[in-house]
């Protein structure tokens, strides 16, 4: 991941928990499960 990208996806980190910590934990779980298909060989 690039930098510009890890920035991105921390201010959205953010911005999930404080909406709600739940549905960012179900977010992020569905993020890892997602994006581990596309990294994992």
């Known amino acids: 991941m690039t930098e510009k990208a890890s ?3 921390i ?6 928990i404080t909406i709600n910590c739940k ?3 179900v ?4 993020y890892l499960k997602k994006r581990n298909f596309v990294v994992v060989k």
């Not at 201010?11 to 999930?16: A, K, R, T």
């Not at 977010?27 to 569905?30: I, Y």
Request: hydrophobic content about 60%; charged content about 10%.
């Open 27 to 30: 977010f992020l779980f569905d």
């Open 11 to 16: 201010n959205l980190s953010i911005f999930y």
């Open 23 to 25: 549905d960012f934990l």
């Open 7 to 9: 920035t991105i996806l």
